[in-house]
């Protein structure tokens, strides 16, 4: 995608929808003790709708895109972002195959002690996690179902069904109840999608579907996850990325734990999205990497800072 897809930089609307979800939860939010021993502040259901020609929908209330080099590697939100996107599509399930794809902040959430108690090695996110979910959801055969592969083959051969979906919920593996062992050592929070294809217009659009949103540290990588993802399956079926359409079921930051944090991102104004250039040359949704994905115009009001998460 060139920068000839975008509106023009100094002609794109700014973009509040981000800051006005987080305005929505301090505002009328309700606040709940939460299994994470932690207070949390959140409401239900909130839609954003990006027209990506509007500019890629990366915030800029704080950087989370300029490049982070250490030890020769891009460790910036939007690359490692990319990079577990990555992961999952190839079907990664552990911290040392995200580690390869360029995604490095899984280790805290499978330690030793986390995944005994799911009889998982340590390092594994468990059969229930998104990778697998997404290429290896088990029949009742024995064999696997690869829906990246599946639901791309249907967009080519019949692309006006309303039948292109992806799900990354496997209900037997996510229960937390008497008699079963959690499979998963993170309940996927997003990963279902619905893709669109418009043959009149060439235009390609992907709804997604939330469950669960640390709005300020999760949510904005989700985002670009999936705006991503709909500029590659735009590229690997031949059509032209249009809209994405988000929904968040519950939406939440924690308090007081991240109440500094979401006045600062409240305190600024947000700029206009920036563009992204992805490499052109990639014709299989598997093989993209992050560094097939430039970022430029991006203008972040504020700096990079650390918000804390309870675990």
């Given at each position: 995608m060139n920068d000839k897809y975008y509106v023009p930089f100094a002609e794109r609307k700014i973009d509040f929808q981000y800051r006005n979800g987080l305005k929505e939860i301090?505002?009328?939010?309700?606040?709940?003790?939460?299994?994470?021993?932690?207070?949390?502040?959140?409401?239900?259901?909130?839609?954003?709708?990006?027209?990506?020609?509007?500019?890629?929908?990366?915030?800029?209330?704080?950087?989370?895109?300029?490049?982070?080099?250490?030890?020769?590697?891009?460790?910036?939100?939007?690359?490692?972002?990319?990079?577990?996107?990555c992961g999952f599509l190839n079907g990664a399930r552990t911290q040392a195959e995200l580690e390869s794809f360029g995604c490095f902040w899984w280790k805290k959430w499978v330690t030793k002690e986390k995944c005994n108690k799911r009889e998982l090695e340590e390092g594994d996110l468990g059969p229930g996690s998104y990778g697998p979910a997404w290429t290896n959801f088990p029949m009742s055969n024995g064999e696997f179902f690869n829906q990246i592969d599946v639901v791309l083959q249907q967009i080519r051969e019949n692309?006006?069904?309303?039948?292109?979906?992806?799900?990354?919920?496997?209900?037997?593996?996510?229960?937390?109840?008497?008699?079963?062992?959690?499979?998963?050592?993170?309940?996927?929070?997003?990963?279902?999608?619905?893709?669109?294809?418009?043959?009149?217009?060439?235009?390609l659009d992907l709804v997604h579907i939330q469950r669960s949103a640390d709005y300020p540290v999760g949510l904005p990588a989700n985002i670009i996850q999936y705006a991503a993802l709909t500029f590659m399956l735009a590229q690997v079926t031949g059509y032209m990325p249009g809209k994405l359409i988000y929904f968040i079921d519950d939406a939440h930051y924690y308090t007081p734990t991240q109440d500094e944090a979401v006045k600062g991102l409240l305190d600024v104004k947000p700029e206009r999205f920036p563009t992204v250039i992805i490499n052109p040359d990639?014709?299989?949704?598997?093989?993209?990497?992050?560094?097939?994905?430039?970022?430029?115009?991006?203008?972040?009001?504020?700096?990079?800072?650390?918000?804390?998460?309870?675990?």
């Open positions: 301090v505002d009328n939010g309700d606040i709940v003790y939460t299994q994470m021993e932690e207070y949390e502040k959140h409401i239900f259901g909130i839609m954003y709708k990006f027209d990506l020609r509007n500019g890629f929908p990366v915030i800029t209330e704080r950087d989370i895109a300029t490049p982070n080099i250490k030890n020769g590697v891009n460790r910036s939100i939007f690359s490692q972002c990319l990079g577990e996107l692309p006006k069904l309303k039948t292109h979906r992806v799900s990354n919920w496997i209900p037997y593996y996510t229960p937390r109840i008497s008699g079963m062992i959690q499979k998963v050592v993170v309940v996927p929070c997003h990963g279902d999608f619905d893709i669109h294809i418009n043959t009149d217009t060439g235009f990639i014709k299989h949704i598997q093989d993209f990497r992050p560094n097939d994905f430039e970022v430029k115009d991006y203008f972040p009001q504020s700096g990079r800072f650390v918000i804390k998460t309870p675990i």
